[in-house]
């Protein structure tokens, strides 16, 4: 394809299942795509707006037994995917962020839109619904992480803030000092901060 942007791509690929998904947004040729794992072959393209946009996609547990669903963020909204077929199964329009990306936990997508937006699944929907937004816990331009019932966000200017998944309350923030851009990473009881 012809794609390219002015700064440079970053998204990355993730495996889900026996497809892996790529997310090519800019200013040329922008389109998600699911590659077979076994054969290069794709199995699904479907395309996307025309404009910068570097986040990756994101997979989570589907509602069926055994399938697997990929999100898909850019500026215009979120959108879920089958991951075998490229089906768009939902779609939440808020604007959202085109550096960070999305992150999920159990029953709860955490969307950098709006500061942040959370939306739940419940067991018994095919859509998710809003749980909470927060401007006090806007990820910039690293993506939010998820450990256990609090949420984790960086901003550009070094201060890391913690809040509640259930809630949405910012429980504390400490300023880091620098500059940050790559998103933070938690190993055992240790957050590491690049």
Known sequence: PKAGNDIGM???????????????EN???SFAAGI????????????????????????????REGSRVV????????????????EELWRYDVPCSTTPSVAVSE?????????????????DATVPSLAWDSSQLSPSPASPIVVGDRVYTMNS??????GDVATGDRLWQLRVGGKYWSTPVVA???????
């Open 10 to 24: 970053a998204s990355s690929p993730v495996v889900v299942g026996e497809t892996v998904v790529v997310q090519i």
């Open 27 to 29: 200013q040329g040729d």
């Open 36 to 63: 077979d794992v076994a054969t290069g072959e794709t199995r699904w393209r479907v395309d996307r707006d025309r404009r910068a946009n570097w986040v990756s996609p994101i997979a989570m547990p589907g509602k």
């Open 71 to 86: 999100l898909l963020q850019s500026g215009s909204g979120l959108t879920a995917h089958d991951s075998m077929t490229g």
């Open 107 to 123: 029953d709860h997508i955490f969307i950098p839109a709006n500061g942040l937006t959370v939306l739940k699944l419940a067991p």
């Open 157 to 162: 200017s070094g201060v890391l803030s913690c």
């Open 188 to 194: 055992g009881d240790r957050m590491y901060c690049i």
